[in-house]
């Protein structure tokens, strides 16, 4: 059996808490910690989501938090099937201003399928001449990554120039939960298989982000520096096979 949902409706994107939400983590002393930069251009058209977003947020003191800088959640989590696999494909677009040559992590566009039981996350990074895929277990605040006797927390990625920099590529992640294997696609063709996955992935919430990723320094963040990051989503479909 074979079923697909597509999450779109870009034209609602205003409506926060209808299909998409502003991403974010709820923190120890009850503040939320909001993915939103504050001038960001948002367009919709054609049924493409348009963000524009010159970087100015940051965070000295979590890591992940200071990572992200404008992404939106689905609203509606997206469960993993026990037998089968499970599909995520859409277009994106990444165009970057004032960002490091050859430096995908000075700034990129990005697709995160994150897994809030777990602490789990697949994802694509694209920039302007570089992109990557990123299969990763890490330490979202609040959320509970189960106790292993192995590494716990990783964040493996895998960079290549091999894409249509500029323009629209097309990506895909599936994953098979009884197999535990991750397989990535780009435009067609696999790029990257990961076997022996050591957590079930449960449920998925689908995020389209514009993010860097630098190291906090004994200073605090070091990811803003004038750039400005043009992301370009196409509707994202899930295809669930049993």
Sequence with gaps: MEKQIVFGDFDTILNEGHIWKIGGFKLADGSFWEYREPNATVIVRNGILYVRAPLSRQNNQIQILDNAKHMYYSVEEVVVPEEGEISFELDIRARTQNTVPNDLYDGYVSLNLLDFSTGGALDFFAGNDKYASVYAVLPFPGVTVPETDKTRFFCIFKEDTNFNKGEFNTYKITYNRANDEVVFYLNGEEVRRERNVPIKFNKFTIALGIMT???????????????????EYSPVTVTIKE
Excluded: C, M, R, Y
Aim: glycine letters at 10%; hydrophobic letters at 35%.
């Design 213 to 231: 990723e630098k190291d906090l320094t004994p200073a605090g963040s070091v990811s803003v520096h004038g750039q400005t990051v043009i992301a």
